[in-house]
């Protein structure tokens, strides 16, 4: 009898145990549904994996493609509803996606072209399982906050990094977006630039391997060619998709800001620079006027949801 109960009481804790661990390997919070799929691997590195949720439809569906923050040096896909919310999107009928990537601590050169190349990757998986997932490869946008901003404006305003005549099949679909929606973006790479807008910029030299803010201005003629290649500020043109920038704050170019890194001068001197290239941007933050989408989630469903 006390063998069974021994038994019982060993099952109870080994079953409250799995169960905790199997919490605590997703790590999402409560509020988000369980993923579809679970770490499915895009790449052969041990961050090349991303989450899927499938929407409930007949018809292919879009896709919100969701890439975490974290200065690309931290961070998880796990904080997916910190940039979008999943049961909206869902319930809208647009499959989600949240992806990992490499840190900027990755041997690349410069080191920023880990993240955002494993992000194109990632994008490119997503469509080469278009018909297994029942998903539309021509309505995916992304959402994404501070570096994950960064990144799925560079993502937006790329030129395509498909190879059409690779041997790789995932490597022959698309990385364009249809559209992004995005949270305290660095919407610049440039260090000249951050200064003009916010004379007390701090962000973005680990981007380039290197160390302060004043040696990545130093540095700066010596690395414009990736400057030019890795700031989204630089990659404008007239064909990129719309996009939607959300701050905290109100701006106030010129002057130093109590967050710099995250600031809505960024927003502010995109939306200009997208008007001028004639590409659609929406800008929200704080008392601003006329406002058409109030979060990133709105933006995208409007989007994406667009016949």
């Not at 919070?29 to 679970?38: A, D, H, N, R, Y």
């Not at 895009?42 to 409930?56: K, P, S, V």
């Not at 990094?161 to 698309?174: G, I, N, Q, T, Y």
């Not at 160390?211 to 989204?232: H, N, T, V």
Request: hydrophobic share 35%; aromatic share 10%; glycine share 8%.
């Amino acid at each position: 009898m006390k063998s069974a109960i021994h038994l019982f009481i060993l099952l109870f804790v080994f079953g409250q145990s799995y169960a905790f661990a199997q919490k605590k390997s997703s790590g999402y919070s409560p509020e988000v549904p369980k993923p579809t799929l679970l770490e499915i691997s895009y790449g052969t590195h041990e961050r090349n994996i991303l989450d899927f949720w499938r929407a409930e439809s007949d018809s292919p569906t879009p896709v919100a493609f969701v890439i975490h923050g974290g200065g690309w040096k931290g961070g998880s896909k796990e904080r997916l509803d910190r940039f979008a919310d999943p049961n909206a999107l869902l319930e809208a009928g647009i499959s989600v996606v949240a992806i990992n990537y490499r840190y900027v601590t990755s041997t690349e050169k410069p080191p920023v072209k880990a993240p955002l190349h494993d992000a194109a990757r990632a994008l490119q998986f997503v469509r080469s399982k278009a018909k297994a997932w029942n998903l539309d490869k021509k309505r995916i946008g992304a959402a994404g906050g501070s570096a994950g901003a960064c990144s799925s404006l560079w993502l937006a305003f790329h030129d395509d990094l498909a190879d059409p005549k690779s041997k790789d099949p995932v490597a022959r679909e698309s990385s364009r977006l249809s559209c992004a929606a995005v949270t305290g973006a660095q919407t610049t790479l440039d260090p000249k630039q951050m200064v003009e807008w916010t004379p007390n910029s701090r962000y973005g030299g680990h981007a380039f391997g290197l160390g302060s803010f004043a040696d990545f201005l130093k540095q700066r003629e010596k690395i414009l060619p990736w400057i030019g290649e890795y700031s989204p500020y630089a990659l404008v043109t007239k064909d990129d998709p719309p996009v939607y920038l959300t701050y905290r704050t109100p701006p106030a170019i010129g002057k130093n800001q109590k967050d710099p890194t995250h600031t809505s001068n960024f927003g502010v001197k995109l939306l200009e620079h997208c008007k001028s290239k004639g590409v659609a941007c929406e800008l929200f933050y704080p008392g601003l006027p006329n406002v058409k989408h109030e979060n990133p989630t709105a933006f995208l469903i409007s989007q994406l949801k667009r016949k």
